[in-house]
C-alpha cells in the first residue's frame, strides 16, 4: 500500500476513528502541533549527549503516539490517563530533585540536545494553547490536557539535565 492515498487531495483528513474532517480544523491542528514536538524530541534525542536523557526522550515520545491517538480520535476513552499524569509529575520531580535551583533566566544552547529540547519546550506550549482552542469547540479528555501542560516543565528539565555542566 502506498503512503499517496489521494483522499486528502480535498482539504480533509480521516481522524483516528474514520470520521473525516478539515486539515485546519483545531484537532488536526492540536495534533499536528503534538507531532512537530515527536520531530524535534527526535531531533534532541538524536545528538543527546548522555545516555538518561536520551532514555527519558525515548519514553516522552512514546506517550507523545498516544496523546496524539487521543486527538486523532473523538468520544473514545484516552490513551492518557490520570495515570500517565501521575508518571510525568514522578519524572519531573525526580529530575527536578536532582538539579540545582533556578536563580535566574536560563539561555538554552550550550549543547545542540540542548537546543533542539528548548525548541521542544515551546512547541509543546504550542500544542497547548492548541488544544485550549480545541476545548471551546470540542470535549478534550482532562488528563490529556493537564499532560500537555506538564510537557513544557519535564522538556525544560531535560534541557537543564542535558546542559548541566
Known amino acids: 500500500m502506498s503512503v499517496t492515498t489521494k483522499t486528502g487531495d480535498g482539504g480533509q483528513t480521516s481522524l483516528y476513528t474514520g470520521e473525516r474532517v478539515n486539515k485546519d480544523s483545531q484537532r488536526v491542528e492540536t495534533y499536528g502541533t503534538i507531532d512537530e514536538l515527536g520531530s524535534a524530541l527526535a531531533m534532541a534525542r538524536a545528538f ?6 536520551r532514555d527519558r526522550i525515548f519514553r516522552l515520545q512514546q506517550q507523545l503516539s498516544l496523546l496524539m ?10 490513551r492518557i490517563t490520570a495515570d500517565s499524569v501521575r508518571d510525568i509529575e514522578a ?16 539561555i538554552a544552547g550550550d549543547t545542540k540536545s540542548g537546543a533542539m ?30 499532560f500537555l501542560n506538564r510537557l513544557s516543565d519535564y522538556i525544560f528539565l531535560l534541557m537543564r539535565l542535558e546542559e548541566q555542566k
Open 48 to 53: 543527546a549527549g548522555q545516555d538518561e536523557v
Open 69 to 78: 491517538a487521543d486527538f486523532a480520535s473523538c468520544d473514545q476513552e484516552p
Open 91 to 106: 519524572e519531573i520531580a525526580a529530575v527536578e530533585g536532582r538539579l540545582p535551583a533556578l536563580t535566574r533566566f536560563l
Open 117 to 146: 529540547l528548548d525548541m521542544a519546550r515551546s512547541t509543546a506550549r504550542r500544542a497547548e494553547r492548541r488544544a485550549c482552542r480545541l476545548t471551546k469547540e470540542e470535549p478534550v479528555a482532562d488528563s490529556d490536557r493537564v
